[in-house]
């Protein structure tokens, strides 16, 4: 597909070869996109009644092309995460994200989803949606407020318009590797991390042991 | 504490002599009982003394006398003060009775103190974790138990400052996560639960086809934790004969925020901004019980303007919150969106005032111990009085001519999902739930609390206890409401907000102190225990949202699948609230 | 009779698509302009609005009250030839009172004496914790912190902008005294008049 589309088929100028064609293309691609980005029907905490109130009469994210909240994530083009990622929720947004058709693009709107929140130290929650998936936009805030996520949308818009059908990741030749839903176990768990996980825990059990060891020997 | 009541408490000890002992502990009250015989002392409690109604069931964790604790709060669903009754259990085999056969009400909340402390509950039915998953190495909040990003027992951190250095928790973490394993964990051995536990207890039955009818098998259908209807990350697992439910479990904790575990590392003061992120629809309310609770421990009473003004507060969050559960549950009846259109309008308006006075749309923070932050800014005295004699009457007329006799609201609505009073009590239910089924009880008039018992208003209560009933209840208080309002605004004093000056660090005596307000969505409890440290010992919340969800199964059993969303949309849930 | 309930509510629905336009109607007949200017959006922002409520952000936005807090900043005082003096005294009280701890002070101490220097060496606040409470600046004795009005703070990469310095916290008093107006004369009210007791006391000891 991209190989067509750098070669028109009509005598451009060679320095200009390649060029002319895919940057207005890309300019009405973007716009294409841009102006249709369709969010997913998803509100986690707080911050989603946020993003409700950003959907209803007072800010009308329709004005942006954004009318159609999506409940399934195969008709949706941008996931707003908004609120506190936990542990128990992750391999469902996961889930979800794999499920959404490219291009996709994510928002981690407010502190909980940029990077755990005021509830960071908790033992549920995830620092951040980033660790398991690809963010493009962070708002701050807690909760951000409506025009704060508007103003977050708008930054979105401005990094798909910067984007080129050359580069972007689904004309790539390689296919996209979906991204491995973690694992409930005694604590989340990546399935890319296991033997790494192993070790730990064996190292811990290790020094456990020892460290157990050294004052029965003292006592002795 | 009432006549009545006392009169129980000398009986008590006189009828179950040795079973029943009085807590002498400082600052504390009510009665300590044997383990043993606590189902037949309480069953004696709901049968000849009429307390019918298990409000709160907790755990605590007395770490340094080596045992654990059970705390159940009860009432009378006729009114008057709580009766606290604790049963004792050794950390190591902690096991009390299970109350589900006497007060059904307790069954999530008795699987929560499993899950979060392992207390086992004898006779329980369905002895699963609840908030976090079947697996979750360890009771997270029994007080030896770490987290991975533990740092110290409690705020401030010594980190921070005079040599701080930034760092983030995740960077001193092995995987760059929240993330820890037990000892000589081996993941490829690992057998994740899924939800086979879940599903066994649902009893799926398949017919065989006889004769002429055809075979039917059931089925189940999980709904959620992303769900258009499920007012958030709630789910939902529903066997289905057909079209009609014949079991539902309630699933929760995927917004499990760990509130309680760092409501006892906080100071008592820095919990209550994380308050606010409990019920996020309805910060102000949630601020009150909380504010209640301290400072029934501290002993200090806020002055009359602050009263006023945390009246008014709590009032408009019930009407904002009340009209937000209208728009929402006609959104689940399929009504798309235009009535909660019209709703969030006069939340937003609602919001402005909250934003203006607090610095917050939701997130209030406006209480503080003896008072609340700051008096009305310029103007906002004028808006309000606009808004609760002239707008929002007129706006809820609105939408009662708009809603109310539509006859799809009514043939969806009447006769479906309904809660007996008898059932409602059992089942600990509250606020609107469990007035909508025709018990008239009201915490602002049953256990008054604050300046109450001044304002002239009716304890709304309808009598079907179904889903039109519960739409009806909703515009019936939002009108109380209002009535209250109008009678706060007028007679607000002038004066000091704040009792003594403002103060970061408070001192809050050693005792238990459990302080309660009539929520939006019902009985908001707040259980405090304090050792005369800064920050509480034990910090429990009794959360509506979540004892609320007791019932659903009941309501939802014979009904059609598409009313389940109507009937929890009708209980009004906040998943912050519901998983804390 | 049955579908009398329906029609009724579409009336209200009807009522109020008729009001989005007659009230641009109304607006366009006083000449007045319902977009697009501050007397409008007062208009949707007050008690008597009706018909069209949205604001529309970004060409227009909703002004927010004095008292509206986002993140924290740092005042300092500018001294005549520009340079900065922090008000900040790095007590500590900001950090200890946070209540998820998001605050981290690095105190001055001075080379020679090695005793701290009441101004902080390096302040930041990690704004993917910070819960937008406004304890801290409830509780400065100082007024040296403050919450910000600018909410329009997304960023492409969280890692390397979203733990604020004391460089990127720093804003001036004249920005504050801009934005909290009448905060900003109470507390210099109040400050004058402490300042004013203690010179009388002084002058009584004397
Ligand atoms: S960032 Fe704040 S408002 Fe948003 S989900 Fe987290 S706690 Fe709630």
């Known amino acids: 597909m991209s190989e067509e589309l750098n070669t028109p088929g009509y005598e451009i100028p060679p320095e200009m070869q390649g060029q002319v064609a895919i940057t207005t293309l890309d300019k009405i691609y973007n716009w294409g996109r841009r102006s249709s980005l369709w969010p997913l029907m998803f509100g986690l905490a707080c911050c989603g009644i946020e993003m409700i109130c950003t959907a209803a009469s007072r800010f009308d994210f329709a004005r942006f092309g954004m009318e159609v909240m999506r409940p399934s994530p195969r008709q949706s083009d941008v996931m707003i995460v908004s609120g506190t990622v936990t542990k128990k929720m992750i391999p469902q947004i996961v889930r979800l994200y794999n499920q959404m058709p490219e291009p996709k693009y994510v928002v981690a709107m407010g502190a909980c989803a940029s990077g755990g929140g005021p509830f960071k130290e908790g033992y549920n929650v995830v620092s951040g949606v980033d660790k398991y998936i690809p963010v493009d936009v962070y708002i701050p805030g807690c909760p951000p407020t409506p025009q704060a996520l508007l103003n977050g949308l708008i930054a979105l818009q401005k990094k798909i318009d910067k984007q080129s059908i050359k580069e972007v990741r689904w004309y790539q030749k390689e296919p996209i590797e979906a991204i491995p839903i973690p694992v409930l176990g005694p604590d989340i768990m990546d399935p890319r991390e296991y033997a790494s996980i192993r070790e730990y825990a064996q190292g811990k059990l290790e020094s456990e042991s020892s460290s157990a060891a050294v004052p029965a020997e003292e006592a002795a | 504490m009432s006549e009545l009541t006392t009169i129980v408490e000398n009986t008590l000890e006189t009828r179950f002599p040795e079973v029943v002992v009085r807590d002498e502990r400082k600052g504390y ?452 409401s209002l009535r209250i309002l109008q009678q706060a605004v007028r007679d607000m004093p002038e004066g000091p907000i704040q009792e003594g000056k403002p103060q970061y660090q408070v001192r809050v005596p050693p005792g238990e102190a459990y302080g309660r307000v009539e929520g939006p969505k019902g009985e908001l409890g707040y259980y405090v225990i304090s050792n005369g440290k800064p920050n509480p010992w034990r910090y429990h919340v009794r959360a509506p949202s979540f004892v609320n969800l007791t019932p659903l199964e009941i309501m939802c059993v014979g009904n059609k699948v598409a009313d389940s969303v109507a009937i929890l949309g009708s209980i009004d849930i906040v998943l912050g609230e519901t998983d804390r | 009779m049955d579908g009398m309930g329906i029609l009724r509510g579409l009336g209200v629905t009807l009522k109020r698509f008729w009001e989005t336009y007659w009230d641009d109607i109304v607006w366009w007949l006083r000449r007045g302009r319902r977009y697009d200017s501050e007397e409008g959006i007062n208009h949707r922002m007050s008690i008597n609005t009706r018909g069209i409520f949205t604001i529309q952000y970004p060409e227009e936005k909703l002004p927010v009250p004095e008292e509206f807090r986002f993140i924290p900043f740092l005042l300092y005082e500018e001294g005549e030839n520009g340079e900065k003096q922090d008000r900040c005294t790095s007590c500590g009280i900001c950090a200890k009172v946070c209540p998820p701890q998001c605050i981290w002070i690095v105190r001055t101490n001075d080379p020679e004496t090695g005793r701290p220097i009441p101004e902080p060496q390096e302040f930041y606040i990690d704004v993917d914790i910070c819960m937008n409470c406004g304890f801290c600046a409830e509780y400065c004795p100082f007024d040296a912190i403050k919450m910000d009005h600018d909410y329009e703070l997304a960023v492409y990469d969280r890692v390397h902008n979203n733990i604020y310095n004391k460089e990127k916290l720093s804003k001036p008093v004249s920005y504050y005294s801009s934005i909290r107006p009448t905060n900003y004369t109470r507390e210099e009210q109040a400050r004058a008049e402490a300042e004013a007791a203690k010179a009388a006391r002084r002058a009584q000891r004397n």
């Not at chain 2, 499920?230 to 066997?239: A, I, K, Q, S």
Request: aromatic share 12%; net charge negative.
């Open chain 2, 29 to 480: 009250e009510g009665f300590i009982i044997q383990a043993e015989k606590l189902v037949e002392v309480v069953t004696k409690l709901r049968d000849d003394f009429g307390y019918d109604y298990l409000s709160s069931v907790t755990g605590v964790d007395y770490l340094p006398e080596g045992k654990m604790e059970v705390v159940y709060h009860l009432y009378k669903s006729t009114g008057g003060s709580a009766l606290v009754l604790k049963a004792q259990t050794p950390r190591e085999v902690a096991s009390v009775p299970s109350l589900v056969p006497v007060y059904p009400g307790a069954e999530l909340q008795e699987r929560e103190a499993w899950d979060l402390y392992g207390i086992h509950f004898e006779g329980h039915p369905d002895l699963r974790r609840i908030l976090m998953w079947e697996g979750f190495h360890g009771h997270p909040m029994r007080k030896d138990w770490q987290e991975a990003y533990y740092e110290e027992d409690s705020k401030p951190y010594k980190s921070r400052w005079p040599d701080g250095e930034v760092w983030r928790s995740e960077d001193k973490n092995t995987f760059h996560k929240n993330v820890d394993y037990p000892a000589g964990f081996d993941p490829e051995t690992w057998v994740p639960d899924g939800d086979a536990s879940l599903y066994a207890g649902l009893g799926r039955v398949v017919k065989p086809g006889n004769g002429g009818g055809l075979g039917t098998e059931q089925v189940v259908v999980n709904m959620g934790p992303q769900h258009p209807s499920t007012h958030g990350v709630f789910r939902m697992v529903v066997t289905l004969d057909g079209e009609t439910i014949t079991a539902l479990k309630p699933v929760m904790g995927y917004l499990h925020r760990n509130h309680e575990k760092i409501g006892e590392r906080n100071t008592f003061l820095q919990n209550m901004p994380f308050t606010d992120r409990l019920d996020y629809l309805s910060s102000m309310s949630n601020n009150f019980g909380y504010a209640l609770a301290v400072e029934k421990l501290m002993g200090v009473k806020p002055p009359e303007r602050a009263e006023y003004l945390r009246v008014i507060m709590a009032e408009f969050t019930r009407i904002s919150n009340h009209i937000w559960a209208i728009g929402f549950l006609l959104n689940d009846l399929g009504a798309y969106f235009t009535p909660m259109l019209y709703a969030v309008e006069e939340r937003e308006l609602i919001l402005d005032i909250f934003e203006a006075v607090s610095g917050s749309r939701m997130m209030c923070n406006y209480f503080r111990f003896g008072g609340v932050a700051r008096d009305l800014p310029e103007g906002v005295y004028e808006k309000i009085r606009k808004l609760v004699y002239d707008r929002l009457p007129r706006k809820i007329d609105e939408l009662d001519l708009y809603l109310t006799n539509n006859e799809i609201l009514r043939s969806r609505g009447e006769g479906v999902g309904i809660l007996t009073p008898d059932q409602a009590i059992a089942y600990s239910a509250s606020g609107p739930l469990l007035r909508a089924s025709g018990v008239p009880y009201d915490i602002r008039r049953a256990d008054p609390y604050s300046i109450y018992e001044r304002f002239d208003f009716d304890v709304a209560v309808r009598y079907h206890g179904d889903i039109y009933d519960r739409y009806m209840i909703r515009l019936d208080e939002v009108r109380q």
